[in-house]
Structure formats: structure tokens, C-alpha cells
């Protein structure tokens, strides 16, 4: 989880866990954050503007779908009513989050969004905004433009849980020395061990390299860093550009976190204050359940991963169980939920389905 302590309004607004609460409030986020807020009283009117900002900027789907032409139009507009003499520039003395520019920016963006779905190819899309495409032969990209993680299923058994505005490149098979993707944006990975065959992360520049573990890189275009953070296991990050990795890379241990800044070409590593819940030790606990009904389960799982679990809360909801899931990747854990339950899994189009099984 990012440490939001240190959060401002223009973090917030950036974060796509805190955008996916104040856009489409759930029962599992209301709680989070409500906890959170009790927690950090100081951050209060921080959090309270940053979801005014977030609501006043949301715009709503078109009834109908926007011509190449109304999209340029729209785009024309925006652009002249951001452009400001310097002289107004230089008086301006209101935060970043306060002034008429940003909300305009974030105008841009939105539209921009539109522009690109209706440009997509219909082949693969999906309406909740997750889409799987054949972008060459035995190559596979993954774009997740929903509100929510989608997750990947990549033909070694590893997974990627793709945060929103994300995108990952991968083939349908790996090579025989090598597992590599390609990621632009944020995803959790919890790679299956292999020790003949490293498992490479490519995303802006840098090179996320290991065996088998669990951590997560974020790397958006929109960032002026690159990041990873270790749940279980140990990885390398090095730059694509360096040819002696084994001088030039560095070592993460578990509930460590490296944050890399290319302006400066500097590394800054260090141990995270409150371990992350997929790290071994806070797994074995947190993930071991007594007579627990399986809404509790789930709810920790969407907290750990970020993702949205669908199932019939009322019919399966107060199921009592007795699982212990900390050694499981995401995919393993929720099937050893469904055969627990007598109920079926459903991982398509990145979504993570349980329905209970129909009597003949």
C-alpha cells in the first residue's frame, strides 16, 4: 500500500486506488478509507479536496459515441481557454489543485480518453474497459482502462494484477531462456519460481529481474520516477542501458522499496515502515482463517491485490470457512475458496468471478 501520509492533494488525485473510491465507492474501499481517515486526522481537508477535485472534473459517458470531429472541436476549445498570458502566470499564487489550468488539464485527458476509445478496435474490447489484444504474432497486450485491477494470466502460471491506466506486453509463449513483459503503468506480480528462467520486467528504461516472488512495479509515463516494491522474495533493478548487471544492479529483500529518478539517475532504497500485506510474515497471519465467513476473506483479498471479486454476497456471503491461503498465489487462493464452497471460478477477460455450482 502507498504510503499516504506523505500524500497531497496532487498525489491523491493520481492514485488509482483513492480515484477508484471517490468514482465508484464500494463497501470494501468506504472502509479503508474511512479507517484511514480516523487514523490521520491531519490529512482530512487534504483527502476532502482532493475528492471535490476528482467529483468536479468526472464527466459522464456520452448518450451517444463522439464523431473524430466533435472530439477535435472539444480539444480546440480546451486548448484556447488554457492558453494564458505569462503576465497572469506569474501573479497566480493558488496551489496546483485550485487553479482553473489543472481542472482544464485534467479536461484534456478525459477527452483524450474518449478519443481513444472510440478509435480501439472492436476485436477484444470489452465494455467495462479491459481489453486483451493481439498486437504481432504470439504477442499479447493487456490495457486496463477500467477503475479497477484486471488480472493477467501469463502461460508460465504467473500473474500480473494491471492497476487502471495500465498496460502490459507479453507473448503467448516464453522464450526457452528468458520470461519478459513489458509494462507501462502499475501491476502487482507473483511469479511463478523458475530458476533456469528469469522473470524480466521491462517498463520505461528500467529492468525488473527475478525468480520467482511477489512485488510490484509502478512505472507511468506520467511519472517523474520509476518504483518497486518487494512483498516476498528478492529482485534486481537495474537500467535497460547498463551491460554489467552484476555490478550495477540493485538487491531488494522482502518489504523493501526502490525508487528510481531518471532526471538524476539516483537510486533511493530503503525498508518499509509498516510491511505490506503480501509480505510472508503479515501473509501467514492475515491470511489464515477460523470459522471466518468467506465476505471477510474476500474483502481482505481486494484489500491485498486492489481488485474487485464478484459473487453473490447474500447466498454465499456468511459461508464459514477454515483456510489458510498466505503460501497461494491470487488465482490459487480464490480456487481453493471455490472448491471449499461447492462453487465455480471464472478468471475471463480479467475479471475474478465465483458463482455457486447449479444443480442439474
Not at 468526472?58 to 466533435?70: C, N, R, V
Not at 484486471?150 to 502461460?155: A, E
Not at 520516477?225 to 542501458?241: D, S
Not at 478468471?347 to 444443480?359: C, D, H, L, Q, T
Request: charged content about 25%.
Amino acid at each position: 500500500m502507498n504510503s499516504y501520509e506523505k500524500y497531497q492533494v496532487e498525489d491523491f488525485i493520481y492514485d488509482d486506488f483513492f480515484i477508484a473510491w471517490v468514482l465508484h465507492k464500494n463497501p470494501e474501499s468506504e472502509t479503508f478509507w474511512n479507517q484511514w481517515i480516523l487514523q490521520h486526522p491531519e490529512k482530512r481537508k487534504t483527502i476532502t479536496d482532493a475528492a471535490q477535485l476528482l467529483s468536479s472534473i468526472k464527466i459522464d459517458d456520452p448518450a451517444k459515441p463522439l464523431s473524430a470531429a466533435e472530439i477535435a472541436s472539444m480539444l480546440t476549445y480546451v486548448q484556447d481557454q488554457t492558453s494564458m498570458p505569462s503576465c497572469k502566470q506569474e501573479a497566480s499564487t493558488l496551489k496546483l489543485y485550485q487553479s482553473t489550468w489543472f481542472r482544464i488539464a485534467a479536461l484534456i485527458v478525459l477527452l483524450t480518453g474518449f478519443a481513444l476509445l472510440f478509435y480501439k478496435s472492436p476485436a477484444g474490447h470489452s465494455s467495462d474497459g479491459y481489453q486483451q489484444i493481439t498486437v504481432e504474432p504470439d504477442v499479447y497486450e493487456a490495457v486496463n482502462n477500467s477503475t479497477i485491477s484486471k488480472m493477467v494470466r501469463l502461460s508460465d502460471g504467473s500473474l500480473a494484477l494491471l492497476k487502471p491506466g495500465s498496460n502490459l506486453r507479453f507473448p503467448k509463449t516464453f522464450s526457452s531462456t528468458t520470461r519478459t513483459v513489458y509494462l507501462t503503468g502499475e501491476a502487482i506480480f507473483e511469479v511463478a519460481h523458475n530458476k533456469e528462467k528469469p522473470f524480466l520486467v521491462h517498463s520505461n528504461g528500467m529492468v525488473t529481474r527475478v525468480l520467482g516472488t511477489s512485488f510490484t512495479v509502478r512505472a507511468f509515463k506520467r511519472d517523474s520516477f520509476f518504483k518497486v516494491i518487494v512483498n516476498t522474495g528478492k529482485v534486481q533493478v537495474y537500467e535497460e542501458k547498463q551491460q554489467r548487471l552484476e555490478k550495477q544492479s540493485v538487491l531488494l529483500l522482502p518489504n523493501e522499496e526502490l525508487t528510481f529518478q531518471p532526471a538524476s539517475t539516483s537510486f533511493e532504497k530503503k525498508r518499509l515502515s509498516t510491511p505490506t500485506l503480501l509480505s510472508k510474515d503479515v501473509s501467514e497471519r492475515e491470511f489464515s482463517f477460523s470459522d471466518r465467513p468467506l465476505s471477510e476473506i474476500i474483502t481482505k483479498l481486494e484489500m491485498a491485490y486492489g481488485v474487485r471479486i464478484q459473487y453473490d454476497k447474500d447466498q454465499l456471503g456468511s459461508t464459514v470457512l477454515n483456510a489458510s491461503l498466505s503460501d497461494l498465489p491470487l488465482d490459487e487462493k480464490v480456487k481453493l475458496l471455490c472448491k471449499a464452497i461447492n462453487a465455480n471460478c471464472d478468471f475471463s477477460n480479467g475479471n475474478i468471478i465465483i458463482e455457486k455450482e447449479k444443480i442439474q
